[in-house]
């Protein structure tokens, strides 16, 4: 194209400026070829005439059109060059704020001095797999492309970051760093990555420095190398250091510091460990202040020193090299503050007397003082033939001294470095690495030295290799194409290399001249300039004779020789280094130990292949120079980046001032041309840079073309026959095999004639618009004038009409006017008269009404006197009457009081009065008193009267023997006879008086009982009253806490949930890693123990990896009477009168014995007395007695074995129930409850029957003991023949003393039935009294809450409320505690006893019945109906085995595809269930934990199987609900059928093994979804934003580099591209896969939600991380894709699932690009519109937006300010993507199964035969 069609009106151009360096203007009039000036406008409407001139000025660079402007890649630029480069860099900068730019294989990194949360995780992973181009420029984009080229290629690759400080490029590498650490991290447990990343804070610390440009600048040059094993995971790294700038040691410019490290020793000399450095602040030191500012603002260096040691010990530096650093560091700061005293004659010296801090210095260094005071100010020098020592001036010792530590911190951070290489090293072999570079860019200072010159010779060097490589790159791109190809003219800087290396160069006259004895800086400069005088890259300063300028490839460069001399030498006395090597420290003697090794053993052990031969050195006698040595080690770093595949990362300084996004185009350009950026430009235009391939050309330019040409199938002819018509010099574009190269300027030349066939098509559009739109408007109006016309005469029309009805009207109204006129006349005359005449009237009456008045008045005065004066006699008369009668009732009162006196003292109106229990009972005690009293008395009296008996039977006996022996008298023996029916009256007296004592107890009782009910009644009543406060204040808090408390309890749990899921999947990650590791180990030790506690519990609980509950923890009796107590009387109303009864019976129980103990002891020593006296005959109390106590023991037989019975029942019956409703929490604790009572009481039982036993048998003995006695006294008194009446007499007395036995029997019962009524009494009055108190309690509360306001009334509600439910948890979970330990003891116990009634019922089968070896024994407790063994099956347990191997091993999901779902869970169920009917506990362990294991490694064998995971998903969770559905609880058995309650497990509760099963069913999802995710993933991006759903919809732009050759595989033909509908079909083979294989609809909504989210986060980061798809066509085509992913949850019936609310941040995302965004009411509607997205989410994407067309707008500044400023109240997390792996908390909702087990039927196929049918 010629000049003037490129320079006509309205193009846009760049001028240069001086302060901007380039200026924006627009032509204002078309330029002719050779015109002088060209007419020019600027932004601010300035016109501008600039001159043109073939040699003055040229022509003005062309601007790029706006849709090219803020690209990703300045060679997708079309005009390029530095304004070009300069505009895109800082709008993309300012104005989107991305740092990162692409140009070419270049990434130009612009520190924006801030903090961007664009580092994290979650970023790393976006970037992972991606090709270089398809994302948004980034240093991880970078970092990627070497990992992949480096998996892909299996070559060695370099990143080379590179800008001067401050610009950024320590924090580039370390973020290259960390990428490759994240996404290589180590395969073992080295933690090497950690490692890696732990030496950056050790460098930092020992290498950087604050300067005037940056604040934490490196000060040396670093390459490390991060070795990877074979597969690709860091086993390694090691670091090469280059050039540290020693002289910051011993001096720093002003605002300028030390290396860190010295800052971080003197802030932290506090510590304790730090005492014996004798530090102080860093102001004190001489070598810390010489910046005179020793803080850095937001710098805690103590922390930083924390970190720093931290990294020492993280790389296995001992503590006691750590101290060793630490006070070799603070010796140098003492060392600098050495004070040297110069003497008199000024050619000697002297160290101050007495220096403390030399004396630090030496102590810390372990070196002799006064050598070191004596070598400080002398130094030897040595001769051919003797050694002299010298003095040394001031001066000269200082310079020595500052060389010291220069040196001394030179061997401790090679030192350092080493250690950190010999931590990171590896043993393994190597396969590959990638190296980091982080060198210094080039640098120009006012001053420039010796530092400079090494630094800008480095830079040189890269920029040769650099240059080279671009350039080689441009080569195969061109001859993969096929395009002809010419050679570039690039820049060469070899001649300036040559100049500074080669023979006889800078360096070496520099070697040379420090090899002269006297040389000196100015004799070197003459050599100089004589020697390259002729150079063109060499000149002399005019106005100087100590300096030289090179002319570098960035600049040219003034160098003062001063000081090279010095610098390069490096010279350090030997006497000095001779005394620290014999430092009594190991440490200090190791730094200055001398090597032979070269530099290069510092290298990593990594085999480089040298393209180049390094220069030997001349002399390996001599010290070599640091020149010498930095040439050697930058020769080895081109060698080693010659052999890897660089990559390149320029950083650029955008202002002096450290600013947060501040652009100063002065300094950015100067930068660009240094790092050779604008070299890369200018070699990509000198060739072919815009590339298009033929689709995207095709489909951007289509508008270009013919009709027929769009219908052709061979594109790439098309786009041929196209360009040929456009361009019509063909040197301006190439055909390559897939791509179109085009001269620069070519591709803004198509989009102008594509802009104006655009234009011209709007125009047409636009004439035929408004030619429709006028003729429309013509219409409206010939239609409107029409009606105006037909309105306007109908309104004259009606004008008129409405005069004519105004005329007649105005008739009417003068009519009707004039009649009301009269009319009112009359009226006020009329009511004039009427006034008067009611005036009058009403005078005449009230006279009237006065009269009557006063006469009713009088009338009135009258009653009431007449009233006053009756009322006054008639009280006269009353009052006398009363006393009259009070005189009367007094005479009866005291008649009656003195008769109800004589009353109260009778018995009987004790009886009749019940005014209260206690009073009876005092009554009572008293009365029981006085009758045992009396009782005594008599016993006195019957003693007296026996032993008065006696002796009257002895002197009868002997009168008897005298009658014998004369005849008998008669008298007597009627006198005798008289005396025997004195005592039977007197028995029957004490009969009637026994009678009548039973009749008062009898009463007694019953008026007692009737208090007692009387009592509880009103104790039910208050309990009433309570309950009811009780649910109306919990009614109230319920209300009003309800709607709070139930969205955050949910989030709650799910928060848990997603906690415990995440720590179980964390789990389940390091078990996997186990067994990987230990493969010859089983793959699980899982032997969990269910709660069956047998004998060999113990080695279950020791087996087991899951908790159990320890046996031993068994509560006794009187915990489960606290639990009554707990409980309260409604909840244990079933059973505790029932308990009350056994107490009662048991007390009375411990009374008998007691009362029989007494008696016994009694008899025994009546027993021991009639040993004594043998003759004497037997007592009548002792046989009452002896007949009394065998009455009882019978009666206490008898009762026992009664209640034992009564207990046996009862147990029976309770069992029964609450196995039956056993899922009932309240009836399971009143079951656990009334276990242990009746345990207590059984067990006191016992005890009482063991001591009525031996009761019974001392009695026995005693009655044998009496009855010898008895035979002896018979044999005594056989010669008697009439004894019929003593014996009489002695029966009589027995049956007195029984009676008087029974008599206290009675009175001790009545005593004991008292004191039980008294307890009760008081029990009851206690409970009364709480009760009350609760009740005005809550009283009190409610007229409380219902004084304060609504507001306060729910909180306070809420507040109490929670109170309540805490103390009631509290209490609730003491109460579960003690249950649990009585109910483990009741289950041991009864296991116990069903397994010894079991061991005997199978001795005795085996005994009677000869059953064969081999058949199994079923263990029956109990016979049941045959139907009962319907639903499972059996095996042998030598099968368990086979039978795994069959079903789950081996076993395919296509080989039961035709039969029940999850048929392998229910077969695994049904054995379960014939294990637990047979009570085979080691049987039920076994098979769950060989299904389990099994399971297991089934899944870990096909652990990318979607198809296998989903099959065992299902399976394991049916498994888990079979296991809940029949365990017999009744929160599973609400939907059972009656026949599934029968086959619930009777013998095990496997609640812990539906806990294993439930993470494994969790464990199984999380890998369910993994395998899922890891086949959708590849398919987003493609699916979601690249494929073209829409046709014809998506515009492309050119996108320079992207998907070059280098960022792609090239073994494949190209990327796989993946459509919506391939994603669509790969989501519904999930979902056929989950429906068939019967897992429950719940988990596939839960799993297609996590896909969802998944398809969510990836589109959604892809979309904030690629500007091409930010436009509003990709916005139209995103919410198109969503819409089908959303029909096709409705299609599926999973629009319910929640999966669709996870799609909602992309679908606000795509609206986001179509919606207006200009308005401030646009602005607000975003606002409203984008609550999914977080603000910096927003704020990306609209920085993103690109518009495809000249026609469409960028988005404003201004307008994204705006949106700021709206969204600054919410309160977003700072992350800018979303979390890829964030995971849901999966739920699995029980779901039971409505299938019978006994119609299970099971194919043959399985090979199941070994299995038998119950």
């Not at 899921?1061 to 793959?1083: A, D, G, I, P």
């Amino acid at each position: 194209m010629s000049v003037n069609e490129l320079f006509t009106k309205f193009t846009r151009v760049w001028i240069p400026d001086q302060d901007d360096v380039w200026k924006a203007a627009e032509i204002t009039k078309d330029y002719k070829e050779g015109e002088p000036v060209l007419h020019l406008q600027l932004e601010d409407g300035t016109p501008l005439e600039y001159q043109v001139g073939p040699k003055s000025n040229a022509l003005p660079f062309l601007r790029n059109p706006d849709i090219l402007v803020g690209e990703n890649d300045l060679t997708a630029l079309s005009y390029l060059h530095e304004p070009a480069v300069l505009h895109n860099l800082r709008v993309r900068f300012l104005e989107s704020n991305n740092i990162y730019t692409y140009c070419g294989i270049v990434l130009v990194a612009i520190n924006p001095y801030e903090q961007l949360q664009i580092y994290g995780e979650e970023v790393i992973t976006a970037y992972s797999g991606q090709n270089m181009g398809d994302m948004d420029p980034h240093i991880f984009a970078v970092a990627e492309e070497a990992y992949k080229q480096m998996a892909r290629d299996e070559k060695n690759q370099s990143i080379i970051v590179s800008g001067e400080s401050g610009a950024g490029k320590t924090v580039s590498a370390k973020y290259a760093m960390r990428y490759f650490a994240t996404v290589g991290g180590s395969s073992s447990d080295a933690n090497v990555e950690e490692k890696v990343l732990a030496s950056n804070p050790i460098m930092e610390a020992i290498g950087n420095a604050k300067t005037t440009r940056n604040d934490n600048s490196s000060r040396f040059g670093k390459y490390i190398q991060i070795v990877f094993s074979r597969h690709y995971h860091i086993i390694g790294a090691n670091m090469r250091t280059y050039l540290l700038e020693k002289s910051r040691v011993v001096f720093q410019a002003e605002e300028e510091r030390n290396y860190h490290i010295f800052y971080q020793l003197c802030a932290s000399a506090a510590l304790p460990e730090f005492k014996e450095l004798g530090l102080t602040s860093a102001e004190d030191f001489t070598y810390t202040s010489l910046g005179e500012n020793i803080f850095i603002e937001g710098v805690n260096d103590a922390e930083d020193l924390k970190r720093t040691r931290e990294a020492f010990t993280l790389l296995g530096i001992k503590e006691s090299n750590q101290s060793g650093i630490f006070k070799i560091l603070a010796s140098i700061l003492h060392l600098g503050n050495v004070e040297i005293i110069s003497e008199r004659d000024g050619e000697s010296c002297h160290v101050g007397r007495n220096d403390v801090h030399l004396e630090h210095f030496c102590r810390l260094l372990g070196v002799e003082l006064k050598q070191m005071d004596h070598w400080l100010c002398h130094r030897k020098l040595a001769t051919a033939s003797e050694t002299y020592v010298k003095t040394m001036s001031c001066k000269q010792a200082n310079n020595a001294r500052d060389a010291l530590a220069k040196h001394i911190y030179a061997r401790l951070f090679d030192w350092i470095v080493e250690h950190i290489n010999k931590a990171l090293q590896t043993s393994s072999k190597q396969h590959s690495f990638i190296g980091v570079l982080d060198i210094y860019g080039f640098e120009t200072f006012e001053v420039n030295s010796f530092e400079q010159f090494c630094i800008n010779y480095a830079n040189e060097k890269l920029q040769q290799q650099f240059n080279s490589h671009v350039f080689k790159l441009e080569q195969e791109e061109y001859m993969k194409e096929q395009i002809p190809w010419t050679l570039i003219d690039f820049y060469d800087n070899q001649p300036c290399i040559d100049l500074i290396e080669a023979r006889l160069g800078i360096l070496d006259l520099l070697d040379e001249e420090c090899k002269v004895p006297k040389g000196t800086d100015q004799n070197w400069a003459q050599k100089l300039y004589k020697q390259h005088s002729g150079s063109a890259h060499f000149q002399k300063p005019r106005m100087s004779n100590t300096s030289f300028i090179i002319i570098h490839f960035a600049d040219k460069v003034e160098y003062q020789c001063e000081g090279f001399l010095e610098k390069n030498r490096d010279t350090v006395y030997e006497e000095q280094i001779n005394i620290l090597k014999a430092s009594q420290f190991q440490l200090v003697a190791d730094l200055f130990q001398e090597k032979d090794d070269l530099p290069s053993s510092k290298s990593s052990k990594v085999n480089v292949r040298s393209l180049k031969t390094v220069p030997k050195v001349p002399n390996k006698e001599h010290r070599k120079t640091v020149g010498h040595q930095f040439r050697s080690s930058l020769h080895l770093l081109m060698d080693t980046l010659n052999a890897t595949t660089p990559h390149y990362v320029r950083c650029i300084k955008p202002n002096d001032f450290k600013e947060a996004f501040s652009f100063d185009s002065r300094r950015a350009v100067q930068q660009l041309r240094a790092c050779g950026v604008l070299e890369t430009i200018r070699i990509s235009a000198a060739g072919y840079p815009s590339r298009w391939t033929y689709p995207d050309f095709f489909s951007r330019y289509r508008v270009l073309m013919r009709k027929s040409d769009l219908s052709s199938a061979d594109k790439k002819q098309v786009c041929k026959n196209l360009l040929e018509t456009l361009i019509k010099e063909p040197d301006m574009f190439q055909f390559g095999k897939t791509k179109i190269f085009f001269r620069a300027g070519q591709v803004a030349y198509l989009e102008k004639l594509r802009t104006d066939k655009f234009r011209s098509a709007c125009i047409k559009i636009q004439k035929t618009v408004r030619g429709w739109l006028q003729r429309i408007r013509y219409r409206k109006i010939r239609r409107a004038a029409l009606e105006l016309q037909r309105y306007g005469r109908g309104y004259l029309a009606r004008r008129y009409a409405e005069f004519l009805r105004q005329n007649r009207a105005a008739l009417i109204c003068q009519k009707q006017y004039r009649m009301v006129r009269e009319r009112r006349k009359f009226l006020r005359i009329r009511r004039a008269a009427m006034t008067i005449q009611a005036y009058t009237r009403g005078m005449f009456t009230r006279r009237i009404y006065w009269e009557f008045l006063l006469h009713h008045k009088a009338m009135i005065i009258q009653k009431h006197v007449r009233g006053w004066l009756q009322r006054k006699k008639f009280l006269r008369a009353r009052n006398a009457a009363i006393v009259i009668q009070c005189g009367f009732r007094r005479m009866q009162a005291k008649r009656l009081l003195k008769q109800r006196k004589i009353e109260a003292r009778s018995a009987q109106h004790l009886k009749k009065l019940n005014t209260g229990m206690e009073n009876k009972i005092v009554q009572l005690t008293r009365k029981m008193d006085e009758q045992s009293k009396e009782l005594k008395t008599q016993n006195e009296q019957l003693l007296t009267v026996n032993a008065s008996l006696g002796s009257e039977v002895t002197k009868l006996q002997k009168e008897l023997e005298l009658v014998r022996n004369q005849q008998p008298d008669g008298g007597k023996v009627m006198s005798l006879q008289e005396e025997v029916e004195k005592l039977r009256e007197e028995l029957q007296e004490a009969h009637t008086q026994r009678k009548k004592m039973e009749e008062e107890h009898g009463s007694e009782k019953l008026s007692l009982t009737q208090r007692v009910e009387e009592l509880e009644k009103e104790n039910s009543l208050l309990k009433t009253e309570k309950e009811e406060m009780n649910r109306r204040i919990q009614q109230q808090a319920k209300n009003s806490a309800e709607d709070l408390s139930s969205s955050s309890l949910e989030t709650e749990l799910d928060q848990e949930r997603e906690r415990y899921q995440n720590l179980l999947k964390e789990f389940s990650r390091l078990e996997m890693r186990y067994e990987n590791l230990k493969e010859e180990v089983s793959l699980s030790k899982f032997h969990p123990g269910h709660r069956r506690t047998t004998s060999d519990q113990i080695s279950l609980e020791s087996d087991s990896n899951y908790p159990s509950v320890s046996t031993s923890e068994v509560g006794d009796t009187e915990d489960s009477i606290q639990l009554v107590d707990e409980m309260g009387v409604e909840k244990a109303a079933m059973d505790i009168s029932l308990f009350m009864k056994l107490q009662k019976r048991v007390r009375e129980l411990e009374t008998e014995r007691k009362r029989l103990q007494v008696n016994l002891d009694k008899m025994e020593e009546i027993a021991k007395r009639k040993g004594s006296e043998a003759k004497s005959p037997t007592s009548d109390v002792e046989t009452a007695d002896l007949a009394y106590n065998n009455l009882k023991r019978q009666e206490l037989e008898s009762e026992n074995k009664k209640l034992k019975n009564d207990l046996n029942d009862l147990r029976k019956t309770i069992s029964e129930r609450a196995s039956q409703d056993s899922s009932s929490s309240e009836l399971q604790d009143s079951y656990n409850l009334l276990l242990s009572q009746l345990r207590a009481a059984n067990e006191e039982l016992d005890a009482r029957k063991e001591e009525v036993l031996i009761l019974r048998t001392q009695i026995v003995s005693n009655v044998q003991l009496q009855e010898q006695s008895e035979r002896i006294e018979s044999e005594v008194d056989g010669g008697l023949n009439n004894s019929k009446e003593p014996m009489d007499k002695e029966e009589a007395l027995k049956a007195y003393h029984g009676l008087c036995e029974s008599k206290k029997l009675l009175e001790a019962q009545l005593q004991t039935q008292t004191r039980q009524h008294r307890d009760e009494l008081e029990a009851l009055h206690t409970q009364i009294e709480l009760l009350k108190d609760d009740i005005e309690k809550k009283q009190e509360l409610l007229n409380y809450t219902s004084s304060l306001s609504p507001e306060a009334k729910v909180e306070y509600s809420v507040q109490q409320e929670i109170t309540r439910l805490t103390n009631d948890n509290l209490d609730l979970k003491e109460l579960v505690e003690k249950l649990e330990k009585n109910e483990r003891k009741l289950k041991k116990q009864l296991r116990i006893y069903m397994k010894k009634v079991q061991e005997l019922a199978a001795a005795q089968a085996a005994a009677q019945s000869g059953s064969s070896k081999g058949e199994l024994t079923r263990q029956v407790t109990l016979q049941r109906k045959e139907k009962d063994f319907e639903g499972m099956l059996e095996y042998m347990k030598e099968d368990e085995a086979l039978l795994i191997k069959t079903l789950i091993t081996d076993i395919r999901p296509s080989s039961v595809a035709a039969t029940v779902p999850c048929l392998p869970a229910y077969i695994l169920f049904m054995c379960i269930r014939h294990a637990d009917y047979v009570n085979d506990d080691q049987k039920v362990e076994s098979l769950l934990t060989s299904t389990i294991n099994a399971i297991k490694k089934v899944l870990k064998r096909n652990n990318d199987d979607f198809e296998m995971m989903s099959f065992w998903l299902a399976n394991s969770s049916r498994l888990l609900h079979c296991l809940k559905q029949y365990s017999g609880e009744e929160a599973f058995m609400t939907q059972n059928t009656p026949k599934q309650n029968e086959h619930c497990l009777k013998n095990f509760d496997l609640a812990e093994y539906r806990q294993v099963l439930s993470d494994l069913s969790i464990q199984i999802y999380q890998q369910l979804i993994k395998v899922a995710e890891g086949i959708i993933q590849p398919m987003i991006v493609s699916a979601m934003l690249e494929s073209e759903s829409i046709p014809s919809l998506a515009g492309v732009k050119p996108m320079g580099y992207r998907n070059r050759s280098s960022s792609m595989d090239t073994d494949a033909d190209g990327p796989t591209t993946y459509t919506l509908q391939g994603l669509i079909r790969q989501l519904s083979q999930f979902n056929s896969i989950m429906r068939d294989q019967g897992l429950d609809p719940e988990i596939v909504g839960q799993v297609f939600r996590q896909l969802f989210h998944c398809i969510n986060a990836v589109t959604l980061n892809n979309l904030l991380l690629r500007k091409d798809v930010c436009s509003w066509s990709a916005g139209m085509q995103l919410r198109y894709n969503t819409s089908q992913l959303e029909e096709w949850l409705r299609a599926n019936n999973l629009f319910q699932s929640k999966a669709s609310a996870t799609l909602e941040p992309i679908i606000q995302a795509a609206q986001l690009l179509q919606v207006k965004k200009k308005t401030s009411q646009d602005a607000e509607a975003i606002c409203s519109l984008c609550t999914a997205l977080t603000v910096q989410q927003i704020v990306k994407i609209l920085n993103l937006y690109t518009p495809l067309n000249e026609f469409e707008e960028r988005v404003t500044v201004s307008f994204i300010r705006n949106i700021q400023s709206n969204l600054q109240e919410r309160n977003d997390p700072p992350q800018l993507l979303m979390d890829t792996k964030h995971t849901f908390p999966v739920l699995f909702p029980y779901a039971p199964s409505a299938l019978n087990l006994e119609t299970m039927h099971i194919p043959a196929s399985l090979g199941l035969d070994f299995l038998i049918r119950v």
